[in-house]
Every structure is written in C-alpha cells, then in structure tokens.
C-alpha cells in the first residue's frame, strides 16, 4: 500500500508568491519522521525539512515550513516568496519506526514551475 | 560543511558487464544508504549499513551486492547489467541520534546500459 501520496503531479507559482505543495500520508506507527526534498533539473537530492510526529510546533526553515497536521495524516510544504530557482521537482518522504527500519518512503513527487 | 560523496558521477556500460559505485558518508555519520532512482520514477531503497552492518534490505536485486567498509565508505556492487538497470543511484547518509535520521544525499551515479 502506498504510504505516502503526492496528488499534484505539477505546479505554477507566480515569482514571489507563496505555495503549498500537497502531502498526506499512512502509517499505524506512532513515531516517525517526514520529510521534504528538492530535486532540481541537474539530479542532486536535496533536504528541505523535517517534521517528527512528536514535535508539537511546525517547522520552519528559511522561505520552508511544514504544515503538520496529524489527525488529518497530511504534512504540507509551504515555499514562501518563490524565486525561480525553485523550479524543481519536491519529493515527500516518511520514515516510520517500524520493524526498526530507517529507509526512506518517497512520494511520486510534484514539479514545481516558478513563473517570471 | 562536507557533504556525501560518490564517484563515478557518470557511468556507461554494456548489457552483461559489472559496475561499482562508490559512496564517501558525512564524516561522524554512522548509516549509509542506497537508493535507485529510474527515469521519472521516486527514489527506490536498495540497502543500508549501521556502523559496518547490514541494517536494512529493500529492492535489491540478487545480481547487487554492497558492503561498507572499515573506513565508513560503501560500495554497492552490480553485476550482469541489464538495460532496466539505468537510472540515477543515490547514497545517502544519516546519524540515527540526529533529526529522526534525516538523510543526506550525494550528487548521484547516473548508469547508463546499453
């Protein structure tokens, strides 16, 4: 079963506005992370935020903040003040404690078009 | 601050030859993982190592192998390359104690089989 679903295969942003990338997700453990990557044209993975179930505050990094919100199992990334080196594709991940297990559980993914 | 290094970044081979990727972890990191990316596809997990160990085995295929090594570095192995084996493959690495383990990706090795 998929743990993780992204329902927006692509996006437009306007330069300088605000966007929410959609991410809800599965799981029946209590404890576990999730997490936002970018994934710009040229390939490299890179970390955006994190969110672990048990942090009561959102988080926030620079333009980035996660919009938990637990009962309804969905962990929103917000992009504030889109630059077009934004355009990317945003990958959301979750790792839960299960089994002892520390794999990453990645989305489909939604490409993010920053317009001029 | 230093970040996960792989080498080759590029790597092209035929149907039925062996490749080896290596992977450089963030020093002090103690979990090393690798993924698979295919073409428009998420990242698959392969394996991961904790402090040497094999921790975790996803989608591997029998024909890869890996192994980490004394010095942390890992190694992930593939042999009888088949064209379905082009993608970009990632390694990751983590400290448990850290963020829930949040991982941090190198740049990548994009095989390419012919």
Redesign the interface.
Known sequence: AQKITQTQPGMFVQEKEAVTLDCTYDTSDPSYGLFWYKQPSSGEMIFLIYQGSYDQQNATEGRYSLNFQKARKSANLVISASQLGDSAMYFCAMRDSGAGSYQLTFGKGTKLSVIP | AAGVIQSPRHLIKEKRETATLKCYPIPRHD?V?W?QQGPGQ??Q?LI?F?EKMQ??K?SIPDRFSAQQFSDYHSELNMSSLELGDSA?Y?C?S?R?DR??????????T?LLVL
Request: glycine letters at 18%; proline letters at 7%.
């Open positions: 979990t993982y993924y998420d990242p997990f991961s904790y921790s975790d996803g970009l990632f990751a983590s448990r963020g829930f383990g949040t991982q941090y990706f190198g740049p990548g994009r």
